[in-house]
């Protein structure tokens, strides 16, 4: 099984990744280009659509900048031919692919681990687990590497629960959210911080966002979050320029 060729240490703090999405060519780079001069190196690349574009996108990133490593995020789109496809043809260009997620529909187990079998890259089971239940059967089949827990599928109690399971298995945990602010954010860092183990972050949906509704808390340098140091989330809603105070 290959591993993972990129790697944060204690002292570097909590990187995230950070998510681009399926677009055109000149966009996908556009924004990659963006992202890097901001320090990412970790880019989750949204998959699936259509292998041969898919390709392409991430060849052009490459290209662009060829120290950077690629999550693949299919989205349960891709069958399992269009997945090997897909990793071949990252391979043939010299792309660093560290982690395919969810790259077919959240049933087919099967799949799932014929994909880590004949790629050699980790899988990471992200719509494949909603409960405690469901990351015990991805176990049992051999389904994935990676459970990419998340605090908007299960809730906080099952999320460490599902977290505390997969460490105990022998799994990798991945951690990520839906689009959140930093509230909930807060919420994963603070898994994050709190039980350890966590070897991907995926929580970067607040720098997606047009405006920050909240201050204080924690906050990012770049791609590394910072802790805060205050009690709970230390985290005020801000004033909204849309909202109008009647008296
Ligand atoms: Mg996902």
Not at 7 to 33: F, H, N, Y
Not at 222 to 231: E, F, H, M, N
Request: charge should be neutral; glycine fraction near 10%; proline fraction near 4%.
């Amino acid at each position: 099984m290959a591993t993972l060729g990129w790697r944060r240490c204690a002292s570097a703090g909590d990187e995230t990744d950070i998510t681009i999405p399926i677009t055109d060519l000149d966009k996908t780079v556009t924004l990659a280009r963006g992202w890097y001069a901001k320090g990412f190196r970790l880019f989750k690349m949204k998959v699936g659509k259509d292998v041969e574009s898919d390709i392409r996108r991430l060849k052009a990133v490459h290209l662009a900048l060829p120290d950077i490593s690629f999550i693949g995020d299919g989205n349960q789109g891709f069958s399992r031919q269009d997945c090997l496809t897909f990793a071949r043809g990252v391979k043939r260009f010299g792309g660093t692919m560290v982690l395919l997620e969810q790259p077919v529909v959240r049933d087919d187990l099967d799949s799932m681990a014929a994909i880590r079998r004949e790629t050699g890259i980790p899988v990471a089971a992200d719509e494949s687990v909603r409960s405690l239940a469901d990351a015990q059967e991805v176990v049992a089949r051999g389904a994935a590497d990676y459970i990419n827990i998340k605090i908007m599928k299960t809730g906080v109690a099952e999320a460490v629960e599902i977290a505390s399971f997969t460490k105990a298995s022998g799994l990798k945990l991945m951690i990520g959210g839906m689009v959140e602010t930093r509230v909930a954010m807060g919420c994963s860092f603070s898994l994050v911080l709190g039980l350890g183990g966590f070897e991907v972050l995926d929580l970067d949906t607040p720098l997606l966002l047009t405006s920050d509704p909240v201050t204080g808390g924690y906050r990012y340098e770049g791609a590394r979050l910072q802790p805060w140091s205050r009690p709970g989330l230390d985290m005020k809603a801000a004033p909204s320029p849309n909202v109008t105070t009647i008296e």
